[in-house]
């Protein structure tokens, strides 16, 4: 499933030539004959129909495996030269182990960079999300989640740290000012705007530290039985609590009312607390943090959106900077620390005059 592009690399990215990317077409479809021969030693005597599954922002890719037997499977496929899928493996380990619906591993060859994992379907909770169906639907991931986080820190997972956080906030002035909008900083904007960026994450790391999954939204929740089905766990990190909330809750491909959000929030913070997660005792101390770190969230996602446009040539993405940026306009509204980034986003949407403004 694409996804942020937390840190991928696409075949423009690396700035290859038409002549280029004639090899890399060809380097692909070696890679998946090398598939359909893997693929034959285990099933043998099987039919087997390969298809696309899904597009990844990165080297990595994914088939829908048909056999004749009328089951599926899913074939990650991730050239070691480019992709690691020890991560991957890591992170599925300790989210089966806590009882989370992630897919089974069936057969590895790490030399290749071939897996073999269960399919978990092709309806996402994007795909089936209504005003019928959502409580339960969250209620099932919320609990999912909480599951989550009470995982105990695998030593190889990374720290989503003050360099990461900061790295990713680095996005926005890059791709969504200034490349995306043209808008240039004074030398006197970029300092304030770093020291902003600073409170933000003094604010982000001070939260309880847990399993952060880093994409936990409704495109990366299958629906399945038992529900949610997880995917797109392998950039997971040890980060903020609020992160997969915000996630989830403040989601970029689909929005709901604050006063519905606002309930959810309140009932995973219980039932968080109830199950031994180190939440803040007051909801109004864990909503401020949550707010803070949908903030961050929303900087990076307006970058790593502008991005994928203008160095990708990936345009699907900005019908959803519209309602990213209203997210991040509230969260601004309500706090006044947060104030410049409001006059920046209305210099962007030339809500008012540009003449005159002081950052």
Not at 197 to 219: G, K, M, P
Not at 231 to 248: E, K, M, R, T
Not at 273 to 288: E, I, L, R, S
Request: aromatic residues 10%.
């Amino acid at each position: 499933m694409l996804e942020f592009d937390n840190d991928s690399i696409s075949p423009s990215a690396v700035g290859l030539t038409p002549h280029g990317l004639a090899s890399f077409s060809g380097y692909a479809m070696q890679r998946q004959q090398d598939i359909q021969t893997w693929l034959a030693k285990i099933f043998p005597g099987s039919t087997i129909a390969l298809a696309p599954a899904s597009a990844d922002a990165s080297f990595r890719r994914y088939f829908r495996v048909a056999l004749d037997d009328g089951t599926t499977r899913i074939v990650m496929d991730a050239p070691p030269q480019h992709e690691d899928i020890a991560p991957w493996l890591s992170v599925q380990r300790h989210l089966q182990a806590a009882g989370v619906h992630v897919p089974n591993v069936e057969a590895q060859d790490l030399q290749q960079g071939f897996l073999l994992i269960s399919d978990l379907g092709t309806t996402t909770y994007l795909d089936v999300l209504s005003e019928g169906n959502a409580n339960t639907l969250y209620a099932e991931a919320l609990t999912s989640l909480v599951a989550i986080q009470k995982i105990q820190r695998p030593e190889q997972l990374p720290a989503y740290d003050a360099a990461l956080l900061r790295r990713e906030l680095e996005l926005f002035p890059e791709w969504f000012l200034r490349k995306h909008h043209e808008l240039t900083l004074s030398n006197d904007e970029q300092s304030k705007l770093a020291s902003l960026f600073d409170r933000i994450i003094a604010r982000n790391l001070a939260e309880t530290q847990v399993f952060v999954h880093r994409d936990y939204h409704s495109r990366n929740l299958m629906l399945t039985s038992p529900n949610p089905g997880i995917i797109d766990f392998q950039d997971a990190v040890w980060g903020p609590l609020s992160y997969d909330a915000v996630s989830l809750l403040k989601d970029a491909y689909i929005q709901w009312d604050e006063e519905q959000t606002l309930d959810w929030l309140i009932r995973y913070w219980e039932r968080a607390k109830n199950a031994g997660v180190n939440v803040p005792t007051d909801f109004a101390d864990f909503f401020a943090n949550y707010e803070w770190m949908g903030v961050q969230r929303h900087l990076k996602i307006l970058g790593i959106f502008a991005r994928l446009f203008h160095r990708d040539g990936k345009d699907g993405y900005l019908k959803e900077l519209p309602r990213v940026t209203n997210y991040l306009r509230k969260a601004c509204d309500r706090y006044g620390e947060l104030r410049p980034l409001l006059r920046l986003l209305d210099r962007v949407d030339e809500r008012a005059p540009q003449v005159g403004y002081t950052f």
